[in-house]
C-alpha cells in the first residue's frame, strides 16, 4: 500500500462558513462633504467604517477556491444646533449683513438633524491556495460583486409619535380626493403641492455600484474544525455620474463618487 498524496497536497477538499467583520479605511465617505451645510461633524463616523458580515469558501478544483461574503455596516452623526429666528426681509430664506432684527428661538422643541452612513456588500471570492505548512496556508484572491451606499439625512423639529408617522404630509384623504389647503393669497397661483408643516423631514440618497477588493490572505486551521482567516486588501468602488438617487428617483447632476480604501477582513470559521 502506498500514500495517495503527501503534503503539501496537489488537491485539496473541503471549505468553511464564519463570521467575517471588515474594516475599510475609506478615503472619504460619499457625500459627506455636503453634510457641512446641515452643520456635521464628519469626522465622527467610524474610521474605520466597520462592515460586520458572514463569509463561506470551498474549494472548486487543485488549488482554486471559491467563496462569498455578505455584509453590511452603518454610521451615524447627529447634531441640536443652537437656533435663531430673524427677519427675513428678501425672502431668500438666507440671513444677509443688513437683517439685523432676531432673536433666539425658545420655543419648546429644538431642532436635531442626523445623518446615517450605511455601506452593504454582496460579492463572490475567488482565490489561488499557497501552502506553506501543514495547517497554515497563504492565498490571494479577490471580492468581485455589487456595493450599496446610502446617506439617510433626517431633520426633526419634534419627537414623532406613531400617529404622526402616518399622517398625509399634502393635506386630508377622503375617499379618493386628495384636499389640499392655501392660503387665500396663494389660492389662484400654487403650482406645486409643498408638505404641510411635519415633526420630521428625512432624505434618502442612495447609489448601487460593482465593487472589486483584490487581497491577500492567510489561513490557520489551529483545531481541527476550527480556523482562522485574516485578509489584507483594497476596496475599489466607483459611482458614476447621475447614479445617485434621492428617495429612489435618479438624481442627474450628482457627481462621479469613489468608495475605495485600505480593507482588513478577519473570519473565525467552522470547517476545513
Given at each position: 500500500m502506498s500514500?495517495?498524496f503527501n503534503?503539501?497536497?496537489?488537491d485539496?477538499?473541503?471549505?468553511?462558513?464564519?463570521y467575517?467583520?471588515?474594516?475599510?479605511k475609506?478615503?472619504?465617505?460619499?457625500g459627506?462633504s455636503?453634510?457641512n451645510?446641515f452643520?456635521?461633524?464628519?469626522?465622527?463616523?467610524?474610521?474605520p467604517?466597520v462592515?460586520?458580515?458572514?463569509?463561506g469558501f470551498?474549494h472548486i478544483?487543485?488549488?482554486?477556491?471559491l467563496g462569498g461574503?455578505?455584509?453590511?455596516?452603518?454610521?451615524?452623526?447627529?447634531?441640536?444646533?443652537?437656533?435663531?429666528?430673524f427677519?427675513?426681509?428678501d425672502?431668500?430664506n438666507?440671513?444677509g449683513?443688513?437683517?439685523?432684527?432676531?432673536k433666539?428661538?425658545d420655543?419648546?422643541y429644538?431642532?436635531?438633524?442626523r445623518?446615517k452612513?450605511?455601506?452593504?456588500?454582496?460579492?463572490a471570492s475567488?482565490?489561488?491556495?499557497?501552502?506553506i505548512?501543514?495547517?497554515?496556508?497563504l492565498?490571494t484572491?479577490a471580492?468581485?460583486?455589487?456595493?450599496?451606499v446610502?446617506?439617510?439625512i433626517?431633520?426633526?423639529?419634534g419627537?414623532?409619535t406613531?400617529k404622526?408617522?402616518?399622517e398625509?404630509?399634502?393635506?386630508?384623504m377622503?375617499g379618493?380626493?386628495l384636499?389640499?389647503?392655501v392660503?387665500e393669497?396663494?389660492?389662484?397661483n400654487t403650482n406645486t403641492f409643498?408638505?404641510?408643516?411635519?415633526?420630521?423631514?428625512?432624505?434618502?440618497v442612495?447609489a448601487?455600484?460593482f465593487?472589486?477588493?483584490?487581497?491577500l490572505?492567510?489561513?490557520?486551521?489551529?483545531l481541527?474544525?476550527?480556523?482562522?482567516?485574516i485578509?489584507?486588501g483594497f476596496?475599489k468602488g466607483?459611482?458614476n455620474?447621475?447614479?445617485w438617487k434621492?428617495?429612489g428617483?435618479?438624481?442627474?447632476?450628482s457627481?462621479?463618487?469613489?468608495?475605495?480604501?485600505?480593507?482588513?477582513r478577519?473570519?473565525?470559521?467552522?470547517g476545513?
Amino acid at each position: 500500500m502506498s500514500a495517495q498524496f503527501n503534503y503539501p497536497a496537489e488537491d485539496f477538499l473541503g471549505g468553511g462558513i464564519g463570521y467575517s467583520p471588515m474594516y475599510i479605511k475609506l478615503n472619504a465617505i460619499p457625500g459627506a462633504s455636503s453634510l457641512n451645510n446641515f452643520g456635521l461633524d464628519t469626522t465622527k463616523f467610524d474610521d474605520p467604517f466597520v462592515i460586520h458580515g458572514g463569509e463561506g469558501f470551498a474549494h472548486i478544483t487543485g488549488r482554486w477556491r471559491l467563496g462569498g461574503y455578505a455584509g453590511m455596516g452603518s454610521s451615524t452623526v447627529s447634531s441640536v444646533p443652537t437656533a435663531v429666528i430673524f427677519v427675513d426681509e428678501d425672502g431668500d430664506n438666507k440671513k444677509g449683513p443688513g437683517e439685523n432684527t432676531q432673536k433666539e428661538y425658545d420655543g419648546y422643541y429644538g431642532m436635531s438633524i442626523r445623518a446615517k452612513f450605511s455601506f452593504m456588500l454582496g460579492a463572490a471570492s475567488v482565490e489561488y491556495v499557497m501552502p506553506i505548512l501543514q495547517d497554515l496556508e497563504l492565498s490571494t484572491g479577490a471580492l468581485l460583486g455589487l456595493g450599496r451606499v446610502n446617506m439617510g439625512i433626517e431633520q426633526k423639529s419634534g419627537s414623532s409619535t406613531w400617529k404622526k408617522v402616518f399622517e398625509n404630509a399634502y393635506g386630508e384623504m377622503k375617499g379618493d380626493t386628495l384636499f389640499y389647503g392655501v392660503s387665500e393669497s396663494e389660492y389662484d397661483n400654487t403650482n406645486t403641492f409643498s408638505p404641510l408643516e411635519i415633526p420630521s423631514f428625512l432624505r434618502d440618497v442612495s447609489a448601487t455600484f460593482f465593487n472589486f477588493q483584490p487581497y491577500l490572505a492567510i489561513k490557520w486551521q489551529f483545531l481541527e474544525r476550527l480556523g482562522l482567516r485574516i485578509s489584507l486588501g483594497f476596496n475599489k468602488g466607483t459611482i458614476n455620474a447621475g447614479n445617485w438617487k434621492l428617495n429612489g428617483r435618479f438624481i442627474e447632476d450628482s457627481p462621479t463618487t469613489s468608495v475605495s480604501g485600505v480593507s482588513f477582513r478577519t473570519m473565525l470559521y467552522l470547517g476545513l
